[in-house]
T-cell receptor, first 113, second 114 residues
Framework: ELKVEQNPLFLSMQEGKNYTIYCNYSTTSDRLYWYRQDPGKSLESLFVLLSNGAVKQEGRLMASLDTKARLSTLHITAAVHDLSATYFCAASNINNAGNMLTFGGGTRLMVKP | GAGVSQSPSNKVTEKGKDVELRCDPISGHTALYWYRQSLGQGLEFLIYFQGNSAPDKSGLPSDRFSAERTGGSVSTLTIQRTQQEDSAVYLC????????????FGSGTQLSVL
């Protein structure tokens, strides 16, 4: 059974600081997704990582994937208040057809001015 | 174009009543998923539809939960004899058929069982 764990679960940081959210998954997966969720809103896709060593960047966020370590990271550079949200990673089970995803528990990020 | 549409956005019901939640996926998306998000929790997979194939129901928590998808488009999630533990946000997502396509989520239905 595929399990996905994120840490930390809660992160409070100052504007301008850097930090990394970690996502570990338990079995072989061929895809790793990062989503953002604002309070009361739905999930917004941030990144899709498809191969070992994949790195994607959008603004102050950078995601990477190490399939050998079964680890993905979401790095935040020079955080700003607008990045405050809950971030989820999700992995697909390679044995499942389609895009069925298993989600981590989420990391609630608060960026303080 | 339009995104994934879910209705109602909020539903308050009494314990023991049946509820129906609707999802209208993005046009052309053949895959449709239902997830459940309980307060402060991550997302729990419920059911997956792909084209005309038999749905993957492995995530449904009990036989009180069922879902159908008519004409390969709109889906309805039905919860019979609702219980308080069914209270959650029910999220629908759709995607194209290929495996590496990302899922697009609707805004969800907030279900409260009193």
């Amino acid at each position: 059974e595929l399990k996905v764990e994120q840490n930390p679960l809660f992160l409070s940081m100052q504007e301008g600081k850097n930090y990394t959210i970690y996502c570990n998954y338990s079995t072989t997966s061929d895809r790793l997704y990062w989503y953002r969720q604002d309070p009361g809103k739905s999930l917004e896709s941030l990144f899709v990582l498809l191969s070992n060593g994949a790195v994607k960047q959008e603004g102050r966020l950078m995601a990477s994937l190490d399939t050998k370590a079964r680890l993905s990271t979401l790095h935040i550079t020079a955080a700003v208040h607008d990045l405050s949200a809950t971030y989820f990673c999700a992995a697909s089970n390679i044995n499942n057809a389609g895009n069925m995803l298993t989600f981590g528990g989420g990391t609630r990020l608060m960026v303080k001015p | 174009g339009a995104g994934v549409s879910q209705s109602p956005s909020n539903k308050v019901t009494e314990k023991g009543k049946d509820v129906e939640l609707r999802c209208d996926p993005i046009s052309g998306h053949t895959a449709l998923y239902w997830y459940r998000q309980s307060l402060g929790q991550g997302l729990e997979f419920l059911i997956y539809f792909q084209g005309n194939s038999a749905p993957d129901k492995s995530g449904l928590p009990s036989d009180r939960f069922s879902a159908e998808r008519t004409g390969g488009s709109v889906s309805t999630l039905t919860i019979q004899r609702t219980q308080q533990e069914d209270s959650a946000v029910y999220l629908c997502a759709s995607s194209r058929e290929r495996r590496n396509e990302k899922l697009f989520f609707g805004s969800g239905t907030q279900l409260s069982v009193l």
